[in-house]
């Protein structure tokens, strides 16, 4: 993604400040002037500083607790990539329908899952029920939700393979999913991104040591 710092490094009069401790990450979308609709650009610009910014804030949350993490989504690579060299030894597992990935950001073959999550998920439920630490689930398209047999999906498998203390972070909202809602980090816009954890129930509560 290309900065939009004003030439000579300072920041524009108005302009966000730049992400927490990446100087080369001081993106950032502007408020369209007065009067001007927000562009697709723009609201893709928004979209990306949302992503990023929850998964680090969720990355900064699991640090120390142990658990598989998700990538539900490959596409691009680009937010596999970036949990990878965040996340050093964490066994990533990532989910994709068709391989489309620049090559440089292809899983090893026992961390990749290829075809339909309806279909590849349903059997790793008993090898990761209760290990997942973090799903990051970016499967969506234009639509504002997903469809149903994911959204079915996701309500019968995330809170059984998350750890009381895992998180969620999708790119479409989720009802009734067995999961609450957790506050936005800092910036990021409601319904832009959105963040997770297991409901509290019978038998969960406190997290426990896996
Ligand atoms: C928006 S892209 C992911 C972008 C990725 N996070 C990145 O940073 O490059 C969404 C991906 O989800 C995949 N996908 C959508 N629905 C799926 C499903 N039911 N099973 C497996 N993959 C799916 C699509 O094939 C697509 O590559």
Redesign the pocket.
């Known amino acids: 993604m290309a900065g939009v710092e004003a030439a000579g490094g300072g920041r524009e009069a108005g302009s966000p400040r730049p992400l927490p401790g990446d100087g080369e990450a001081a993106i950032i979308a502007q408020s369209p002037p007065a009067g001007t609709a927000m562009s697709r650009l723009e609201s893709m610009i928004r979209r990306l500083e949302a992503q990023v910014r929850c998964l680090d804030a969720a990355m900064a949350a699991i640090a120390g607790v142990p658990g598989v993490v998700l990538?539900?989504?490959?596409?691009?690579?680009?937010?596999?990539d970036h949990l990878r060299e965040r996340l050093g030894d964490r066994e990533i597992l990532v989910?994709?329908?068709?391989l489309?990935?620049h090559p440089a950001c292809v899983p090893d073959d026992e961390f990749l899952f290829l075809?339909?999550?309806?279909d590849?998920l349903p059997p790793l439920m008993s090898r990761l029920e209760g290990r997942v630490v973090l799903i990051h689930a970016?499967?969506?398209t234009a639509a504002e939700r997903y469809p149903l047999?994911?959204e079915k999906l996701i309500a019968a498998t995330f809170p059984r393979l998350l750890r009381r203390d895992g998180i969620v972070l999708t790119?479409k909202p989720l009802a009734d999913a067995g999961l609450a809602p957790m506050a936005l980090p800092e910036g990021v816009g409601s319904g832009r991104y959105h963040m997770y954890r297991p409901e509290p129930g019978p038998g969960r509560g406190k997290a426990a040591p896996r």
Request: proline share 0%; aromatic share 8%.
């Open positions: 990538e539900l989504g490959l596409g691009n690579g680009r937010t596999f989910f994709e329908r068709h489309i990935a075809g339909n999550l309806e590849t970016d499967l969506g047999s994911l790119d």
